[in-house]
């Protein structure tokens, strides 16, 4: 089976998936090809869950200081 695109995304990351939202917006035909979870290290195991863990730690530290 073929399949046609106006545009090939490689990489299913913040940018990747921006970038394909961009131009179906416009009207092309993207695809994302992605062997892993879509959003990339930063959203999956990066940036985000460890400002989550942080920001944890952090208010738990200031509720017992408080104490």
Not at 8 to 36: C, D, F, P, T
Not at 37 to 60: D, E, Q, R
Request: net charge positive; charged share 15%.
């Amino acid at each position: 089976m073929t399949k046609e695109f106006d545009l090939l995304v490689i990489g299913g990351g913040s940018g990747g998936l921006a970038h394909a939202q961009r131009a179906a917006e416009y009207g092309a035909k993207a695809a994302v090809v992605e062997n892993g979870p879509l959003g990339g290290t930063c959203v999956n195991v990066g940036c985000v869950p460890k400002k989550v863990m942080w920001y944890s730690a952090h208010h738990a530290h200031q509720i017992d200081m408080a104490r």
